[in-house]
């Protein structure tokens, strides 16, 4: 499973993309994900806001995860 | 020419917006263009860099732009935003609607831009002269 | 380049007008173009003709120009109509405004053509196949 | 004393231009003038609005008015 990471988000994990491996325990629901990485990288939880898109779409917490989702992090956008 | 376009761009050109936006249908296109502005908060910008999930800004910039299609009586309508290095006064955004009458092209463009910025995922990186900060990022 | 710009002019040129606007104090520029429509109450228009008391006109824009600049905080203002016979499509009127946060270059170019239509002494004739009318001229 | 004529005012008088001689009677007011030009051209009392500009000033009915000031008539605007 990969995670794509922008912005923000990228900086605070120094990559943009977080993969678990196949051994490893992988989130099986948005909410599971945000809790995940924001034990390993605290700096998550000092954003204004952190979203998931699954399948670019934005997901709710009770979204679940399949390994083949396209899944990424979205930090307080600000476009325009 | 398409009535909806909604594109991601390394460079935006401001010259042929109204062109794109007219139709004989319009009495009237409101355009509005975000630009970079040199200060913030008293701090001089020295620019902007902007990134985009482009797959998934491009399906919601879609989106607003056919929800305003429902919601208001317009003929075209355009969303562009740029991505990468922009330079003080640079255009980073272009939304705007072309309609019969004005009510429905200012009313389409201000939702335009409004909904843009809640809802696209594009990040704006300020570059400082001793600091970058992503805009919005923290409370 | 000025801050406040006011002209009649035979044709309009759109494609300069956010490169008129833009300055490094602005982070939005809102722009109103009116454009001959092809459709009036169902008749089809031919063309338009405008006609302006050219020197109380320019002085009524001015003013329309400088209120708006009292009213919000505008970095620059534009205001610009054409005179003469105009085809459908044709650009007649480019109103718009630049400042630092969107909400003043809004309101300011929506005050800009709402004025401008109530008191500048401008008038427009509809050339339909069979007859001509002055706008809003009779009840 | 001459009186400027535009859009439709134009048409209905059918010049562009009032002209008083000097032995004619003169408007001595806006409110004056109006009423001379809509009784000699009864199509004025349809309008929707009937302005006067003075000095390319709109006016009200009680300005007076001097030989020398640029006078015209404002109907309806319809610019934009």
Known sequence: ?80 | MSEKIVEIVDKIDTSQVFTELSDAHSGGICVFVGTVREFTQNEKVMSLEFEAYQKMALKEMDKIASDAKEKWKLNKVIIRHAVGLKKVEAPVVVVGASSAHRDACFEACRYLIDTLKETVPIWKKELFENKTVWVSAHP
Chains 1, 4 share one sequence.
């Open chain 1, 1 to 80: 499973m990969e995670v794509l990471l922008f912005g923000i988000a990228k900086d605070i994990v120094g990559e943009s993309l977080i993969q678990f491996s196949e051994s490893e325990k992988v989130p099986t629901s948005v909410s599971e994900l945000k809790q995940m990485i924001s034990e390993t990288y605290p700096e998550f939880g000092k954003l204004s806001s952190l979203a998931v898109a699954v399948n670019s779409e934005y997901a709710r917490d009770d979204v679940p995860l399949d390994r083949n989702d396209e899944i990424a992090i979205i930090p307080p956008v600000s476009g325009g």
